[in-house]
């Protein structure tokens, strides 16, 4: 009997489905006497129910979690680009108009863009391009561990054994890159000085001392020197391709060695803010001590 009925029931509900379908629902608000015999139908209407609503609640699931992301990847911006001094009453409402555009971009930024961004900052400013420049200039260097001890400190110091030409250092320069591409623009100089004074080829500077950690003209209580800082550099001499070194001390007048010795020696002003030799003092009496010292308004001492 009931396989039957139920048999009835159905094929009933499919006769008449697609005309009572349609009146289900409005008879519900105009006619609810009409729904009474629709008591028997309760079996059809929740197989479809349960299936859209275990799709359609998954939609509504993933759209609400953006919500939550926003905060933190607002901030993200802020800190990246966007300096928003709007009240916060205003931000809020703003927040989650842009919530569909934050999920994108957020991910990328927060972490990997800031702190790689800072660090390449930090990193190399100015010293990238000069050690392109050094590099053109032809010197052989390698960088170095920083130095320091107390005040001396030295965060990026190159070892550098040799300018353009292959004129060598004796023995290798440890220097920061300022006032190792001044030595290397000067050695142009020399080199030109020597083939027109001398008629030779520079092939070495000797140097008395690039980075020290110690005072001025070595007094302890003095003002720390330049050499403390990778920042100045001795040239005690120079080698020539055929003629023997010539030192840094003063040459007879009038003779082609003097006349060199005068022209280099002139012509490190032009890439060293501090050119101190033979004749400014006691203790620069047998080499050119050569710094980038930064002074007020630029000045340079040059003796
Ligand atoms: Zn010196």
């Not at 032809?138 to 054994?161: D, K, V």
């Not at 083939?195 to 690039?210: A, Q």
């Amino acid at each position: 009997m009931r396989p039957v009925t139920v048999a009835c029931l159905l094929a009933a509900c499919l006769a008449s489905g697609p005309v009572s379908a349609e009146p289900a629902k409005p008879p519900a608000a105009t006619a609810p006497h009409g729904t009474p015999p629709h008591a028997t139908v309760p079996l059809p209407p929740p197989e479809p129910p349960a299936r859209p609503n275990d799709l359609s609640p998954p939609a509504p699931r993933v759209t609400p979690l953006p919500p939550e992301r926003p905060p933190e990847l607002a901030t993200g911006r802020e800190l990246a680009k966007e300096p928003e001094p709007k009240p916060a009453g205003e931000a809020a409402k703003e927040a989650p108009a842009a919530l569909p555009e934050a999920p994108l971009p957020p991910a990328r930024p927060p972490e990997l863009s800031g702190e790689a961004a800072l660090a390449l900052k930090v990193a190399a400013p100015d010293d990238a391009a000069c050690l392109r420049r050094l590099e053109r200039l032809g010197a052989r260097f390698e960088a170095m561990a920083p130095l320091g001890n107390g005040q001396c400190s030295a965060p990026r110091p190159l070892a550098i054994t040799a300018l353009a030409d292959g004129v060598a250092l004796e023995p290798a320069a440890t220097l920061n890159c300022r006032t190792a591409e001044a030595l290397a623009r000067w050695a142009t100089e020399v080199q030109a000085s020597a083939r027109k004074e001398l008629d030779d080829s520079l092939k070495s500077l000797s140097l008395g001392g690039t980075y020290v950690c110690r005072g001025q003209n070595h007094d302890t209580d003095a003002k720390l020197s330049e050499h403390s800082f990778a920042n100045a550099v001795d040239v005690m001499g120079y080698g020539f391709a055929k003629r023997p070194a010539l030192n840094v001390t003063a040459a007879p007048d009038g003779t082609p060695e003097a006349a060199f010795l005068a022209a280099v020696r002139a012509s490190a002003c032009g890439f060293f803010r501090t050119v101190l030799g033979p004749g400014s003092d006691a203790a620069h009496g047998n080499h050119l001590h050569l710094d980038e010292r930064e002074r007020n308004a630029g000045h340079r001492l040059c003796q």
